[in-house]
C-alpha cells in the first residue's frame, strides 16, 4: 500500500493539500467537504491550497507537515508548482513530507481498474476523458495509464466532436466537479435529430463524488501518522 491504514489513536501532523482549483482561487465545495472531514478524521489541521490562489499561511510552524498533491497527472504543477511549494513551507520554518501526485496511487489506480472491467462485463467500453495536454511526461503517464486500465482516451477539447464507435461510458480524469465532467453529464442527454440517442451509456463522476473513491482517499488519509 502507499499508506498504511489504521485507527486513529491520536492525533495526525498537519496536512496541505494541494488542488488545481477554479479560477479565481474557487475551491469545489466537494473538496472543502472533503477537507473538513478529513481533519476531523485525522484529528489534525487539513489545509487546502488551489494553485489558482494566493499562498496563505496558518501563521504557525509545523516540525511535521505534509503536503499531499491531489493532482491526477504529472503535469508542470507536479513537477513545478509541487516542489516550489515545498521549498516555500521549508524556508518558512515547516518540516515537509511530501505524497506522490494522487494519480500515482496505487489504490487509487486499481478501483479505476476495477471500474472499467465492470464496465466490459456489461457490454461497454471506457473513455477516459482528460485535459488536453503537450507532448511530455504528462502524455507519455497517460498512454502508460491507457494500457494498465484497458481505457480509451479522449481530450476534452475533442468531445464535441466525438461519436462513440461502441457502446461507451466515459470516464472524466477530475478530482471533483469541472467544466468537463458538466459537459459530460449534457452527452447523456438526448439530441438532434432524432432526439433518443446518446452518446455515452454511463458517465462517472468525478471521484470525489462517487462514495467508494472518496471513502478509500478519506481512509489512505486519514491513516498517515
Request: proline share 10%.
Amino acid at each position: 500500500m502507499l499508506l498504511q491504514d489504521g485507527p486513529r489513536l491520536a492525533p495526525g501532523h498537519p496536512l496541505l493539500l494541494v488542488v488545481h482549483g477554479r479560477e479565481g482561487g474557487h475551491v469545489p465545495e466537494g473538496i472543502e467537504r472533503f477537507a473538513s472531514d478529513l481533519a476531523g478524521r485525522r484529528r489534525a489541521p487539513v489545509r487546502v491550497q488551489a494553485l489558482t490562489a494566493d499562498v496563505v499561511e496558518d501563521g504557525a510552524r509545523h516540525p511535521c507537515l505534509w503536503l499531499a498533491p491531489l493532482l491526477l497527472l504529472p503535469g508542470s504543477h507536479v513537477r513545478s508548482d509541487i516542489p516550489a511549494i515545498a521549498r516555500r513551507l521549508q524556508r518558512d520554518g515547516h518540516g515537509v513530507r511530501r505524497l506522490p501526485f494522487l494519480g500515482a496511487w496505487p489504490e487509487l489506480l486499481r478501483m479505476m481498474r476495477e471500474w472499467v472491467e465492470r464496465e466490459r462485463a456489461n457490454g461497454r467500453r471506457t473513455v477516459l476523458v482528460h485535459h488536453p495536454l503537450r507532448p511530455g511526461l504528462a502524455r507519455r503517464h497517460l498512454t502508460t495509464l491507457q494500457r494498465r486500465l484497458g481505457a480509451e482516451l479522449l481530450p476534452a477539447d475533442q468531445l464535441r466532436h466525438y461519436t462513440p464507435a461502441h457502446r461507451s461510458a466515459a470516464l472524466p480524469l477530475a478530482l471533483a466537479a469541472n467544466r468537463m465532467s458538466d459537459s459530460l453529464q449534457h452527452r447523456l442527454r438526448p439530441h438532434p435529430p432524432t432526439g433518443c440517442t446518446t452518446d455515452f451509456e454511463h458517465v462517472f463522476p468525478p471521484l470525489l463524488d462517487d462514495p467508494r473513491c472518496r471513502t478509500l482517499l478519506l481512509r489512505l488519509l486519514s491513516a498517515l501518522p
